[in-house]
C-alpha cells in the first residue's frame, strides 16, 4: 500500500490575490478532517508557522493516528527574508535564516520525523543585473551546508521551484538541485520533487525522478497538477495524465516507497474530495502498474519504435481496444 500524506496548511483557508477558499482550521481542526479522508496515514507541517510545541503536535497526531512525512520549514515568511533570507547579502538575515532551519531539525528530531524539506522561494531575483549569481550561489552552498552540518542524522532536503515568491528561484530545476548538493557536499541532504514544479518549469517530471534515482542523494514528492503555466496546485490527472503515470512508472521502477505527499490546494473544491481524488487516482495508477507486462513496455521503450510503444498505452493504459 502507498504511503500518502498531506501538506496540513490545504487543510484550511487558503487564499490567492482576489478570494479566500474555505474556512480557517486550527491543528487539532485540521488533523480530525484529515482522520476522515480516506487514503491517507501522513501530514507535512509548516514550522514554525504551523507548529512549533512537540509535546502537544505528538499527543495530537497520536489521537488522530497519523505519521509525519515531513517537517516542512518555511524561510521566506519573514519581513527580513523578502529580498531573500538564505541569500541576503547581509549575514545576520542569512543567520536567521540558517536558525530556521536548524530550530525545525530539532523540532523535527524531537517529534520523530525522517526529514525536514525546504523550498527557498524567497532566494532569487526578477531583474537583470539585480543580484550577482555567483555570490548568490556562494551563499546558498554556505547557508544550506551549515543548516546541514546540524544534527546529521536529520536529512536536509531542498525542494526546488522556478518561481514564487520571486520572479526567478536560484534553486528552480531538478539539476540545479543537485548541482547545489554537490557543491555543498551534502551527503545527508536530499531533493524533494513536486510534479507542478517540474511541469511548469519545462521539465520532465519522470525524467526528473530517474535524474535524481541515478544520483548519490534520496528524493521525496510532491504531487499535484497544473496547466504547464503557473503552479495551480490542482489534483493529480486532470491536466497532464499521461505525464503523472509515466512519473508514477519511474517512481515504481526506481523503488519509490516514501510518501506521496498531496501539495494540492482544493481552493474551489470540497477539500475532503479534492484529496480523495489524489489519492484514489495515484493508487489506481500504481495498482494498473501492476497489472500490465511492465516488461514488454520496456522492451518496447528499449526497441525506440513509438508507434508500437503507442499501441501498448492505448491498449494497456487508456484501455482502448
Same mark, same amino acid.
Given at each position: ?15 490567492? /490575490?482576489?478570494?479566500?477558499? =474555505?474556512?480557517?482550521?486550527?491543528? #487539532? ?23 512549533? #510545541?512537540?509535546?502537544?503536535? /505528538? ?14 520549514? =518555511? ?90 515568491? /520571486? ?112 489519492? /484514489? ?23 525506440? =519504435? ?9 491498449? =494497456? ?5
Amino acid at each position: 500500500m502507498l504511503k500518502m500524506a498531506i501538506i496540513t496548511g490545504f487543510l484550511s483557508q487558503t487564499k490567492d /490575490r482576489f478570494h479566500e477558499y =474555505n474556512k480557517p482550521l486550527e491543528l #487539532e481542526e485540521k488533523l480530525k478532517l484529515m482522520s476522515t479522508i480516506e487514503g491517507y496515514s501522513g501530514v507535512e507541517l509548516v514550522y514554525p508557522y504551523e507548529v512549533s #510545541e512537540v509535546a502537544s503536535t /505528538r499527543k495530537l497526531l497520536d489521537i488522530y493516528g497519523l505519521g509525519v512525512a515531513a517537517v516542512n520549514v =518555511n524561510v521566506k515568511a519573514e519581513p527580513e527574508f523578502r529580498n531573500g533570507g538564505l541569500t541576503s547579502n547581509e549575514k545576520a538575515v542569512r543567520q536567521k535564516a540558517v536558525q530556521f532551519i536548524k530550530d525545525a531539525k530539532d523540532f523535527a528530531a524531537e517529534l520523530g520525523a525522517d526529514k525536514v524539506t525546504c523550498c527557498p522561494l524567497g532566494d532569487g531575483y526578477e531583474f537583470s543585473f539585480q543580484y550577482d549569481y555567483a555570490t548568490a550561489w556562494k551563499h546558498l552552498v554556505e547557508t544550506f551546508g551549515e543548516a546541514d552540518d546540524h544534527r546529521q542524522e536529520m536529512p536536509l532536503f531542498v525542494e526546488y521551484k522556478p518561481s514564487e515568491t /520571486r520572479g526567478r528561484c536560484f534553486v528552480d530545476t531538478a539539476a540545479k538541485a543537485l548541482c547545489l548538493l554537490n557543491d555543498i557536499d551534502g551527503k545527508n541532504m536530499g531533493v524533494t520533487l513536486d510534479f507542478g514544479h517540474s511541469m511548469y518549469g519545462g521539465e520532465n517530471p519522470a525524467e526528473a525522478v530517474a535524474m535524481l534515482a541515478e544520483s548519490p542523494y534520496p528524493y521525496y514528492v510532491h504531487i499535484n497538477d497544473n496547466d504547464g503555466k503557473w503552479d495551480w496546485d490542482y489534483f493529480c490527472g486532470t491536466k497532464h495524465m499521461l505525464d503523472y503515470i509515466e512519473f508514477l512508472y519511474y517512481l515504481k521502477k526506481y523503488g519509490y516507497d516514501g510518501y506521496f505527499t498531496s501539495d494540492t490546494s482544493p481552493t474551489r473544491w470540497d477539500i475532503k474530495g479534492t484529496f480523495e481524488a489524489n489519492s /484514489r487516482l495515484t493508487l489506481k495508477i500504481w495498482q494498473l502498474l501492476d497489472d500490465i507486462d511492465i516488461g514488454e513496455l520496456e522492451k518496447l521503450i528499449g526497441a525506440g =519504435n513509438y508507434l508500437e510503444t503507442w499501441k501498448f498505452i492505448e491498449e =494497456n493504459i487508456f484501455s482502448l481496444r
